[in-house]
């Protein structure tokens, strides 16, 4: 087994703040979005803001602006990690292309170590059984946990943590399940599953131990003043996040542009999948949960669209917008990813986003402030960007109407 050293990363040479989106939100913001702006070592928001410029032939070029990054700064991910997640399992859809599997195939997942569990029947899917695709769709719209376990259970340890290597997320770390009552050492072991048509097995994987043993390449970092446990209890220091799941701001924004503008990052860095499951992928980040079958949520447009409306503000009149994006939501940070485009008015921008809303600083304590500060300084962010868009001149116009086309196949 390989054990990471005991010598820790660095924190690389972090791009100062922007003086233009400074100027920008101390004079567009209301109130409350100054009073957090004012408090960043309290509220230790992060947010990167690409513009994007295309050339007469449509090709993407990016602007970004930092402002309050700290790559150090650790920030439980929470659902963010769904994302890498989503992409990594299409890649490995890819690779088992010889053996007639696809994103769709039928997936059966069986225990073979403590802590683990089989899967069953999923009604909600037209074969009655769950998929790739199933657990990736669910996972976009409404940021299901247990669909998140499955990928990480048909992944591996080991192929999560070189995949992400491999396409210069170095910092980046899949290291966990959700919602289990287990040890660190049950996230190193990963179900035995099978693919499976009709009575046919396409596709079979044993239990997987991972050889590797990651941990936070900042070393032990920490969160909160003082934590609950599973149990009730309270311990006064800060809680450690070494064995979690962390992914740095600027690599979730790196990975979102290698999605959608992906002429904007280097060919090695390009995802090898096919074009329809990427696309599959993007539709999803981009639908409103009413727009879903197999299965069908009764939730509103603004469910896990933190940005732009997530306390439930109306999109902009006359607009045709759409919000491909992420979010995470865990411990008090609040978390939105989204490339937003308004196909109508000719805008495009990348951001990425996290403030911490934990008055007491208390973890697992359930008194967070997501409502009060945390939405309604995301939406008013992504509000600000727009309209920043909005009154932009672009020599080229917008050309991904493709995404567009996604809804209406």
């Given at each position: 087994?390989?054990?990471?050293?005991?010598?820790?990363?660095?924190?690389?040479?972090?791009?100062?703040?922007?003086?233009?989106?400074?100027?920008?939100?101390?004079?567009?913001?209301?109130?409350?979005?100054?009073?957090?702006?004012?408090?960043?070592?309290?509220?230790?928001?992060?947010?990167?803001?690409?513009?994007?410029?295309?050339?007469?032939?449509?090709?993407?070029?990016?602007?970004?602006?930092?402002?309050?990054?700290?790559?150090?700064?650790?920030?439980?991910?929470?659902?963010?990690?769904?994302?890498?997640?989503?992409?990594?399992?299409?890649?490995k859809i890819q690779d088992l292309k010889p053996f007639?599997?696809?994103?769709?195939?039928?997936?059966?997942?069986?225990?073979?170590?403590?802590?683990?569990?089989?899967?069953?029947?999923?009604?909600?899917?037209?074969?009655?059984?769950?998929?790739?695709?199933?657990?990736?769709?669910?996972?976009?719209?409404?940021?299901?946990?247990?669909?998140?376990?499955?990928?990480?259970?048909?992944?591996?340890?080991?192929?999560?943590?070189?995949?992400?290597?491999?396409?210069?997320?170095?910092?980046?770390?899949?290291?966990?399940?959700?919602?289990?009552?287990?040890?660190?050492?049950?996230?190193?072991?990963?179900?035995?599953?099978?693919?499976?048509?009709?009575?046919?097995?396409?596709?079979?994987?044993?239990?997987?131990?991972?050889?590797?043993?990651?941990?936070?390449?900042?070393?032990?970092?920490?969160?909160?003043?003082?934590?609950?446990?599973?149990?009730?209890?309270?311990?006064?220091?800060?809680?450690?996040?070494?064995?979690?799941?962390?992914?740095?701001?600027?690599?979730?924004?790196?990975?979102?542009?290698?999605?959608?503008l992906p002429e904007a990052v280097p060919k090695t860095?390009?995802?090898?999948?096919?074009?329809?499951?990427?696309?599959?992928?993007?539709?999803?980040?981009?639908?409103?949960?009413?727009?879903?079958?197999?299965?069908?949520?009764?939730?509103?447009?603004?469910?896990?669209?933190?940005?732009?409306?997530?306390t439930g503000a109306s999109l902009p009149d006359s607009?045709?917008?759409?919000?491909?994006?992420?979010?995470?939501?865990?411990?008090?940070?609040?978390?939105?990813?989204?490339?937003?485009?308004?196909?109508?008015?000719?805008?495009?921008?990348?951001?990425?986003?996290?403030?911490?809303?934990?008055?007491?600083?208390?973890?697992?304590?359930?008194?967070?402030?997501?409502?009060?500060?945390?939405?309604?300084?995301?939406?008013?962010?992504?509000?600000?960007?727009?309209?920043?868009?909005?009154?932009?001149?672009?020599?080229?116009?917008?050309?991904?109407?493709?995404?567009?086309?996604?809804?209406?196949?």
């Amino acid at each position: 087994m390989f054990y990471a050293s005991g010598l820790f990363a660095q924190p690389e040479f972090e791009p100062s703040d922007s003086k233009w989106l400074e100027q920008v939100f101390r004079s567009k913001g209301s109130s409350l979005f100054q009073k957090v702006l004012n408090q960043p070592e309290k509220y230790r928001y992060q947010i990167i803001y690409s513009q994007i410029n295309r050339n007469r032939k449509g090709i993407p070029f990016l602007n970004t602006h930092y402002f309050h990054f700290n790559k150090a700064n650790y920030l439980y991910p929470a659902s963010l990690v769904k994302f890498p997640a989503s992409l990594l399992a299409l890649q490995k859809i890819q690779d088992l292309k010889p053996f007639r599997v696809n994103a769709e195939t039928p997936i059966r997942f069986d225990s073979g170590w403590y802590c683990q569990t089989a899967s069953g029947a999923d009604w909600s899917q037209p074969s009655g059984w769950p998929s790739i695709d199933a657990y990736i769709k669910k996972m976009m719209l409404v940021s299901d946990n247990e669909s998140y376990n499955r990928v990480y259970e048909f992944l591996g340890y080991d192929y999560i943590a070189k995949n992400l290597a491999a396409r210069g997320f170095k910092d980046m770390r899949l290291i966990q399940r959700f919602e289990f009552p287990c040890d660190t050492l049950s996230a190193y072991y990963t179900n035995p599953y099978c693919f499976l048509n009709k009575t046919d097995t396409l596709f079979r994987q044993p239990l997987q131990e991972a050889q590797l043993r990651l941990m936070n390449p900042y070393g032990d970092v920490y969160m909160g003043s003082k934590y609950y446990d599973a149990l009730g209890n309270l311990y006064p220091f800060p809680r450690s996040f070494m064995f979690n799941n962390y992914i740095p701001a600027d690599e979730l924004h790196r990975m979102l542009i290698s999605l959608y503008l992906p002429e904007a990052v280097p060919k090695t860095l390009q995802w090898n999948v096919e074009e329809n499951s990427l696309n599959r992928l993007k539709k999803y980040m981009g639908m409103w949960p009413r727009e879903s079958e197999h299965p069908n949520y009764a939730l509103a447009d603004n469910y896990k669209k933190y940005l732009l409306m997530g306390t439930g503000a109306s999109l902009p009149d006359s607009s045709d917008v759409r919000i491909f994006n992420v979010v995470g939501k865990a411990f008090g940070v609040l978390a939105d990813c989204a490339y937003i485009v308004d196909f109508k008015h000719n805008i495009e921008f990348c951001v990425t986003a996290f403030i911490y809303c934990n008055e007491g600083d208390i973890l697992n304590s359930n008194r967070y402030e997501y409502d009060p500060v945390g939405l309604p300084f995301l939406t008013e962010l992504g509000q600000i960007l727009y309209n920043e868009e909005k009154m932009r001149e672009k020599r080229y116009p917008f050309s991904n109407a493709d995404l567009k086309e996604l809804y209406s196949r």
